[in-house]
Every structure is written in structure tokens, then in C-alpha cells.
């Protein structure tokens, strides 16, 4: 584990004044559990042994702590007798790659354990939560299930800066196919089309969660935060929404992508084309000129006009071959519109 991914636990007395008393160690945040206010666990990148001291004071479930440590988990909600275990993910979309974190939460009557995992930018995730939770402070005294709906509501916020960052690509992948389709990557937009599959997956878990906590499946959410967690639900459906349509966008940019592409492929194929009737054109009507002026080459043509009548003979030999060569190149022309009259007709019917 590298130095920025380092292990920080936090710990806080959240008291009904709205005060967050930071405190020393995990045992002095288990021994004021039963006063006044509750008490919020705040783990990054923890290892078990970093959770095991709250398993028995806080009764976890052990299997909870084991999703805590494997981040390969889809989002979920399990409710079990003193506290609900809520799993969520965190999006971030870096330099064209997306990066999925997972954030978990024991939520309980008196207490919140939130344990971050966290990739990328972790100065600047939990310098903008905690500006959060400051800021909706007289609703975080309120209890801890106002708490995790502040940290939700935060983490949901930076699913849509993920997810607007995807669609700006979407954007700039369609004006390349518009502009140059020969410099677009199609492995750009596969790659892209797989980043929204993983999105998809993980809101269609989590929609399922939230509709868990709206209908009160949880016991330790009161039916006053009921209210701001449905807020996020809607969230969750109106991006769960647009990754369909970036999806539908998907096929269809590769669809204009082959069809821009086959059409470039068409031009150079008629270019090509109008090239080899040019060349055909012209060795058609040059074939019996060279038949001819190999004929009138020979020595025997001199005898069968006579040697004496040169002057005449060549003279009119070359104007029997400019002659052929005219007639041959019109009738080339005849023919070659009536082709045209007969495709446009077919073309017609």
C-alpha cells in the first residue's frame, strides 16, 4: 500500500448541538456510545484487523466485514438485528478511464462505520465530504441515518461528474466520425461501450437499494430522512436512464462509423473504376491502330501497293487509321450511353 493510499482512521462525537468532537483512538469512540449524540467510524482502505475491534462492541456481522475487505462486490443492503450494512459504489472518470470505487456503511441506532475505498484523488474526495457534512450540519445532528444520507448524497453528486465526463467523450467520438471518420478509433468506443455496461451493473444494484431504504425495510432509518433519501433514488433513475441512451448511442455511432467508412470505400472504388475505363478506353481504340500499323510496317505492304506509290499509299494508310480510331472512340460513346439509358430505367422500374 502506497503512501497516499495509507491507512486513516477518523472518529467523531456527533452531538445534538451539531458538534463533530474528533477523538483519539477507536476505543474512546466505542466508550462514549452510550451518551448522548452517536458516534461516526471513518475508515479508509482499512485491513480486517483494523474492523475487528468494532465486530463485538458494535455487533457486526463477520461476513459484513468480509465484504468491507473484498472491494470486487456489487452494491447491496443487508439488514441484520443491531445494525443495516449498506454497500455502495463511488465513480471517477480519469484520463478516458473509469475508475469504480466502493464505499460501505453499518448503520445502527447510535453509530455510523463508513469504510471508504478509495483510487484515486482521495485529498480531494474527503476534503470536499467533510465541506459537506460541515455545511448540513443541523442535519447531520439529527441522527446517523441523516449522516449517511449527507455521504451519499455526496458520492451521488460525483456520479454525475463521472458520468457527464463519459458523455463529453461520446460527443467528441461522434464529431471525429463526422469530420476525419479515417482518424476514429473504433477500440475507443468499445472501450467505452464497456465502461457503461460496468455503470449500468452497478446503478441497477443500487437502485434496488434505495428503493429497500425508501420503503423502510431498515429500521434504523427514521421516516424523516425517508424524504432526502428518495431525492437520491431519483438520482440513481435519471442516470440509470442515460446510460441507456449512451448505450443506443453506442450502436449507432458504430453504425455511422461502417457506413461513413463504406461510403469512402465506394468513392475510391468508382475513382478506380472511371481510371480502368479511361485505360480501356483507350487500349480499345488503339488495339487495331497498332494492328494496323503493324501491317503497314511490314515489307509487304510496299510490294502490294508497289514501291513507286508511296507517297500516296502511307498517306492514305494514316488517314484510314485516324478514321478508325474516330469511329471506334464514337461508337464507344453509342454504346456506352445506351448502358447508362437501360441502368437509370432498371434503376426507375
Known amino acids: 500500500m502506497n503512501q497516499e493510499r495509507k491507512f486513516h482512521p477518523r472518529f467523531f462525537h456527533v452531538t445534538h448541538t451539531g458538534k463533530l468532537k474528533p477523538l483519539e483512538s477507536i476505543a474512546e469512540a466505542i ?40 472491494e470486487e462486490q456489487v452494491p447491496k443492503i443487508d439488514d441484520f438485528p443491531t445494525n443495516t450494512f449498506i454497500l455502495f459504489n463511488s465513480y471517477d472518470y480519469i484520463d478516458n478511464i473509469l475508475v469504480i470505487d466502493e464505499i460501505d456503511f453499518f448503520l445502527g441506532k447510535n ?15 474527503f476534503g470536499k465530504l467533510d465541506e459537506s457534512v460541515a455545511r448540513d450540519i443541523e442535519n447531520v445532528r439529527k441522527g446517523p441515518d441523516f ?35 479515417t482518424s476514429f478509433k473504433p477500440e475507443s468506443v468499445l472501450r467505452l461501450r464497456k ?8 446503478l441497477f444494484h443500487e437502485r434496488e437499494v434505495m428503493v429497500r431504504i425508501c420503503r423502510r425495510d431498515s429500521p434504523f432509518i427514521t421516516e424523516k430522512s425517508i424524504y432526502h433519501y428518495r431525492d437520491i433514488y431519483d438520482h440513481l433513475a435519471k442516470f ?8 443506443e448511442m453506442i450502436t449507432s455511432l458504430m453504425e455511422m462509423y ?23 478506353l483507350i487500349n480499345t481504340i488503339f488495339m ?3 494492328l ?15 514501291p513507286e506509290n508511296w507517297s500516296i499509299a502511307y498517306p492514305l494508310f494514316l488517314v484510314l487509321m485516324v478514321t478508325l480510331g474516330v469511329v471506334n472512340y464514337f461508337a464507344l460513346k453509342v454504346l456506352e450511353a445506351k448502358d447508362r439509358r437501360e441502368a437509370d430505367s432498371e434503376l426507375e422500374d
Open 195 to 202: 465502461s457503461l455496461l460496468t455503470l449500468r451493473k452497478s
Open 147 to 181: 449522516l449517511l444520507h449527507v455521504i451519499l448524497d455526496y458520492v451521488v453528486d460525483r456520479k454525475f461528474k463521472a458520468i457527464e465526463a463519459l458523455q463529453e467523450e461520446l460527443d467528441n467520438a461522434e464529431e471525429i466520425i463526422l469530420k476525419t471518420p
Open 240 to 247: 440509470f436512464e442515460a446510460i441507456e441512451i449512451y448505450r
Open 292 to 306: 494496323l500499323a503493324g501491317i503497314g510496317g511490314m515489307s509487304e505492304w510496299s510490294m502490294m501497293t508497289g
Open 258 to 280: 461502417l457506413s461513413m467508412l463504406n461510403n469512402r470505400m465506394t468513392q475510391v472504388a468508382n475513382r478506380t473504376n472511371q481510371v480502368v475505363r479511361r485505360l480501356t
Open 31 to 70: 466508550s462514549v456510545l452510550n451518551g448522548a449524540g452517536y458516534v461516526w467510524f471513518d475508515f479508509l482502505d482499512p485491513l480486517r484487523e483494523d474492523l475487528e475491534p468494532l465486530i463485538e462492541p458494535l455487533s457486526l456481522h463477520p461476513l459484513a466485514i468480509e465484504d468491507c475487505i473484498d
Open 111 to 125: 453509530f455510523l462505520v463508513s469504510v471508504h475505498h478509495c483510487h484515486t484523488g482521495i485529498k480531494d474526495f
Open 288 to 290: 487495331p491502330l497498332t
